[in-house]
């Protein structure tokens, strides 16, 4: 959630309009995650061999987004 609460910072990730992805958790579990702007869904969800993400919006810092993301 707090990765999520994150993206609204325009200055520093760019205007982020929709964002979703698998991602492992430290526990070894995996993470699914969606986000609109002002709404975020975040649950557990079945393995995968790598995680995913996708990032739609306007002017993006992926530099930034990888990070956060630890990508």
């Not at 999520?4 to 070894?28: F, H, N, S």
Request: charge should be negative.
């Amino acid at each position: 959630q707090r990765m999520l609460a994150a993206l609204t910072e325009q200055e520093r990730y760019g205007m982020v309009l929709r964002a979703k992805g698998i991602l492992a958790a430290q526990d070894g579990t995996w993470i699914h995650f969606d986000y609109v702007p002002g709404e975020s869904d975040v649950r557990s969800g079945s393995a995968d061999y790598t995680g995913r993400i996708c990032v739609i919006g306007s002017k993006l810092n992926e530099t930034a987004l990888a990070e956060l993301f630890g990508v």
